[in-house]
């Protein structure tokens, strides 16, 4: 169910899962590590509980708004990339981000900021995103 283009139905996930996570309920993979990043962010866990409201929302980066439910989907992929090490060497790197920055966590948050940039040019230029720019991104991190 995580992959999907439909937006109310990722969000409603999201929040399913968090409910399944709060209740202690079995969960497959995906949801553990989904249930997990939500876990580690405490600013969303509200927004995660309330699922009708948490799915209709908008959120304008514009006006400095971040949204949780990219947010979340972000540590995804992230956590989907280091555990598969495409692109190559991402693992390594990763390793080294966390012990230069003493937490899993934020070395995953320095990680999407090279990440959102990426997927940022990538739909700016209407082109492939370029994973050797986002290696060396990474790379200027450690």
């Not at 249930?35 to 927004?47: R, T």
């Not at 495409?86 to 899993?104: A, C, D, E, I, Y």
């Amino acid at each position: 169910m995580f992959y999907t283009q439909d937006r109310g139905k990722m969000r409603e996930f999201m929040c399913e899962v968090w409910r399944k996570q709060c209740a202690a309920e079995a969960m497959d993979p995906m949801e553990t590590m989904i249930g997990g990043v939500i876990a580690q962010h405490p600013e969303y866990h509200k927004l995660f509980e309330n699922s009708e409201a948490a799915t209709e929302r908008d959120y304008l980066p514009e006006m400095g708004e971040t949204n949780p439910f990219l947010h979340i989907a972000m540590h995804i992929a992230l956590q989907e990339q280091i555990s598969s090490n495409r692109p190559f060497g991402v693992t390594n790197l990763h390793q080294r981000l966390v012990k230069k920055r003493g937490s899993t966590h934020d070395a995953e948050h320095a990680m999407l900021e090279c990440l959102a940039e990426m997927i940022w040019k990538a739909q700016r230029d209407h082109v492939a995103p370029d994973e050797a720019v986002y290696m060396e991104g990474l790379k200027s991190l450690i």
